[in-house]
């Protein structure tokens, strides 16, 4: 792989582009690698010279991680319940009284989970 030559401290500034024929098959591949020359190559339309970029804005919430292992606990008990009471008593009605609140607890869960989870998932 070609890596631009960076400056002490910088990742490399490159970019690397893939397109395949048929979609999502390897027959026909096409792969295109650039690196940037220069810094007088890169623009700076927003006058961001010297803003300091951080990855912190793509790893998740960190904050919710708390409510998100209280909302899994909540949802494991729920469906515990609803799969107890099915189990004494298999009916479709307790199939349907357990499902409700169970998919409401889901639901929560999967809010706070999705929170927590890095932006590239």
Known sequence: MYEAPSTAGEPPRTVTLTTCNPKYSAAQRLVVKAALDGPEALPDPLGLKGAKLTDTGLSGDGGSRLP?????LIAAFVGG??????????????????AIPFAVALFFFYSYLERVLPANY
Request: aromatic content about 30%.
């Open 68 to 72: 998100t292992f209280i909302a899994g």
């Open 81 to 98: 319940l609803w799969w107890l009471a099915f189990h004494r008593h298999p009916r479709w009605t307790n199939w349907f009284a357990g």
